[in-house]
């Protein structure tokens, strides 16, 4: 087993992505915590999938975007596991990637551009500023944000989502370039179009098909190959790797 | 480093008495059911009383007090077990066996005790090495006593575990299997020999430092890492002595003299 | 199967007689050496002294000190030589007799050998005497008399073994002033100083009379007593137990010098810890604790950490427990006895339990093995490590009041690795001094002291010098007898 014994906080993990890295860290031995804002129901359904596979896991709520809460998150896995070795910044501000519906440049309020970077970037300074001393502490750690292959490749410009991600790529290098010192790695993994998940639902049909044409493994992402490189970025078998972002794309982004 | 004395508080003797009682008749009685013990310790007093009062015969008696060994009353008890042909075994720890040896070859006396006498020690040699200390020790037994290496066994145990472990040639002889001297261990006993770098266990015939782990303990600490060095093969383990204080190499004052220097100041 | 090459780790004049030798085979880099030492008598050590006085009143007397910092210097120089095989057979042999890694041993080797080159053996020189120049002759003083100085004829030094090389600081000393040496190494590190000494009768072979370095084991009582007392002088490395116990046998009207075991530490100021700069002085810290292992007594075991910098003293403590790990990476320490390692594993779990009741004090370290470990202490202090890269971290609210915490340990006060702005510098350094600190040195620098140390607070030469003065009267009396005056 890959994280044996590793505590792993995944936010936003009740569903989607999210919710594959959970169950793939539990998997390989990793005590998981599974963060949610909203739906209990599904993120004690993760629990209920990974315990039932003889997986540890436990759900708690958080708003990541609310630094009080989630210092009460990290104050509490200490209590319960003291000890928080990986983080997944995977939490972000509901979205729809609805090309049809999408803002245009011309339209689009500054608001949109805030509530994104609140929750991508916002959601992921909290957790890491809260987190980071706990690493710091042990000498070791790993933080991964999930961003997005579009800040490489717009194929459709979600500007509000883009430049969120884009910036948390940017906090993501800054970041792994301080913690380095401390032995704690951080990365960020940029998935291309994941299907199914919540937010990729209304994409529509042609829109997929055009992305997968261009898509040298002539197949969209699914939440597995997302988490399939999370758990390596976890893992031992990741060394010396840092401030890095990892395409998961089917080499659609060749970086 | 200051001395540091150590205790074990026991909610209940019951498993401490159940964890002595059965290895000591196994390793150390088991040819016999009672015989007459001459104690020669007091510090683990309790384990020298409940061995007399399970094991020994009306003739045991503990034969030490606050100003050492009683040397007249020792002589005499084994003068009269020669003459009533009964077996004697001479329970102490190692040092006080050396003591007494001094005496005996100061006082030139000399004796054959009766067949299936044993000397029984426990402890260390504080300042010399064990295997030349133990070497010696056995010479005296053969000397002074006639008791011959079959019939000496040592225990391993402390005050911070209950259970202790004995040298197995007495229950080989019992058994009549090959004679073997390492020590072996109660079932709810563990013995591993631990890389003292890295702290995982060594493969058999590598020496290293013995961690101790005992379900008797059950109350306190299941698990201890001692400082001694030992080693271990399939037929049972040894103990070679205590891990010597590192001595700085080089000319960096060594961490016991600094401590030195400040109590001095205080 | 490997060949077997013999080496001496021993030298002695030619025409040394030795009845017994003992072959010591150490395996470095697949080749087997078989390292061949005699084991002396007393009678043996008798004439082997006989051998070096006259030696050094043939030899070492008539040549003039300017002489002997040339022919010092070439053999220094030889060695700055990275291809000189006797360089590169050091550099093959030590980290296998020593242990030590063996990137380190080849760099320390260099910057150490660096130390007693030409002008660096004048700076010894002009440091501590205004005119060397009395080393050979009388001369005229500022008072008016006239003054020669004499070193001792034959010099008996007692080497420790923790560092490679580190012999030569006292066998050039001694040399500078004349005397001849027999010199007692350590088996733990025997071969430098043997190797030193070829240097120089490679430079001069009349030279080669006047040393004998053989390792004994230390403490061997018939042979420190002919050697302490048929010397003029005895020169101690090692514990204040072996000085004493060699000290005893040393008579009265004899010189007797003992460099004891010593504790140096740090302390980092607020102003070394700003973001642009704490990075460096992590790193600097690092390398003072991991070059030898900690072994040498220049080297860190306490780090005193001022509050108030960009980073917090615990975050130091952070720091440097990474930038350890990565050294074991880079520089594995040892491999350590048995009863190293156990010293270091009782350190361990007596600061573990001691955290548990105190939340204040942290115990960072490494988890394969005991590579190394930091134990962070939240209020102000001192104390000594295990060595073998094991450390402690103070953190103190203002630097100035370190020196209250310093005081019970004067007698073993060393060296200081000060990192703190020029303003603060001289006002800490004179407080360090005042409770027995002998060097402020560089982080990064701690174990490499200069040439021109007052090594341990004393003289390098002078301690060694007995002098001579011829009054101004006894010359003008002396003018009435010339025969031709007027």
Redesign the interface.
Known sequence: MLLKQKVALVTGSGRGIGAAIATQFAQEGAIVIVNFLQHRERAEATVKRIREAGGTAIALQADVTQADEVKQLIKQIWAEFSGLDIVVNNALTHYRFDPKQRELLTTIPWQSYQTQLNGSLGGAYNVCHAALPVMMTQGSGRIINIASNLVQFPVIPYHDYITAKAALIGYTRSLASEAGAYGILANAIAPGLTYPTDSSRATPEDTREAIIKLTPTKRLTVPDDVAGCATFLASDLCRNLTGQCLNVDGGLVMS | MPSHRSYNYHPSFAIWDASMKYPFKHYVMPDCDRMTIIGLFPSLSRYVTKAVEYFGDSNSQILVNEQGLLYPEIVAALKAAVVEKRPVMLLGASFSCVHLFDYLAQHHCQFRLPAGSRVFDTGGFKGQSRTVAQQDLLTAIADKLGISRDYYLNMYGMTEICSQCYDQNLQNIASKQPVKYRKQAPAWVRVQILDPDRLTPVPFGQTGLVAYYDLANWNSCVGILTEDLGIADETGFEILGRVSGAAAKGCSISIDQLVAAQTHKE | MATETPLDIFFAPEGTTFSQFKVLPVVADGKTYQLRYPLVTAEELTALITQLHQAQAEVLAPLSVTALVAKLGQAVAYWTDPSYPLRQLAERLLPAITGYNAETVRLELKRFVRVFRKKELQRFLETELDQPAILDDFHPQKSGQLTRTYGPETAFQVF????PGLQIWSLVMTTLVKASTLGKTSL?EPLFPVLFIRSLVQVDPRLAACFAILPWKGGTKSLETVAARQTEATIV????QAATSIGQLVPLDHRFLH?????SFAMIGREALTSDHY?TT?KQVADDITIYD????L?A?TIVVEAGGAVTPL?VA??L???L?NAQLKRPRA?????????L???R?ENDLAALADSQL?V?ASK???AWTVVYHGQPGF?????NRTVHIFQIPHLEQAPTYL???R??LQSCGLAVGPERLLRLAARLGQVGVGRICALGEMTRAQAGWHHDGQFNLLDLLRFVDIEHQAELAAEPFDPDVE
Request: charged share 10%; hydrophobic share 35%; aromatic share 10%.
């Open positions: 420790s073994g923790n560092i733990s490395y090692g514990s204040d460099y004891g075991h010593k504790i990075l992590i900690q072994q040498s007594c080297s075991q975050m952070q720091l427990a990474a930038e790990e491999q350590l006895t048995q009863a190293e390692a156990a010293a594993i009782r350190f779990s942290k960072f394969q093995s005991t104390a000594g490590s295990p060595l005081t019970a340990y007698p073993y």
